[in-house]
């Protein structure tokens, strides 16, 4: 079953340090997000990217934040000065072009840890 | 998008079936009921989507009544690795989707 993969499993890394995030979604897939989930707390959008931009982005979604789709199989997420309060668990998701029906397939997620 | 509700918390025992019932009575009509699950330390995984009456797959089933104003996952004969938080979404068209606090399901021997 194709699947969203997504490296590293665990990222440690001090404050103001730049992190990048990798992922790869399902292959036929067309639109990509970005999640997170901080310890304890619900699952917050991000990010949606969809043929080469972003199409929606939430107020966490500041200008530390930024996406790449590098090439035909990469979607990243870059934070270019980690604060404290970005550690959190960040998943990357994709879906196909069912646009009503958006089912969002995750990976299993990068955990974040800024010290 | 409809706004949900479904229980914080439920406790289960292995070999019974669960029911999670999930409120939306704004629900619009273009919408889709869709369930997901999570475990600890893993992202949300698929369960299941609705529109309408009843969807049954290897993982689960959904009814869903003729008002469409709630439905309900059914879980037959949990195991352990059925414990894991379950959350109810209601929405209409790609872009993002909003996570509630989901329903925790406790399984026990």
């Known amino acids: 079953e194709p699947e969203v993969t997504q490296t590293p499993s665990h990222q440690v890394t001090q404050m103001g340090q730049e992190v990048i995030l990798r992922c790869v979604p399902i292959?036929?897939?067309?639109?990509f997000y970005w999640y997170r989930q901080i310890l304890g707390q619900k699952v917050e959008f991000l990010v949606s990217?969809?043929?080469?931009?972003?199409?929606?982005k939430s107020e966490i979604f500041d200008d530390q934040f930024s996406v790449e789709r590098p090439d035909g199989s990469n979607f990243t997420l870059k934070i270019r000065s980690t604060k404290l309060e970005d550690s959190a668990m960040y998943f990357c998701a994709s879906s196909d072009d069912r646009v009503e029906e958006n089912i969002q397939y995750f990976g299993a997620g990068t955990r974040l840890s800024v010290l | 998008l409809a706004k949900t509700t479904q229980p914080i918390s439920m406790d289960s025992y292995e070999g019974q079936e669960v029911n999670i019932t999930c409120s939306h009575n704004n629900i619009a009509t273009n919408d889709y009921i869709t369930w997901y699950q999570q475990f600890p330390s893993q992202g949300p995984r698929f369960i299941i989507q609705?529109?309408?009456t009843k969807v049954t797959n290897e993982v689960a089933s959904l009814f869903i009544p003729a008002d469409r104003k709630s439905s309900t996952l059914s879980l037959p004969r949990v195991s352990l690795s059925d414990t894991a938080v379950y959350y109810c979404?209601?929405?209409?068209?790609?872009?993002?989707?909003?996570f509630g606090q989901g329903t925790e399901l406790s399984v026990k021997p």
């Open positions: 609705g529109y309408k």
């Open positions: 990217f969809y043929n080469n931009e972003i199409s929606e």
């Open positions: 292959s036929n897939h067309l639109y």
């Open positions: 979404l209601v929405y209409n068209q790609g872009g993002k989707l909003i």
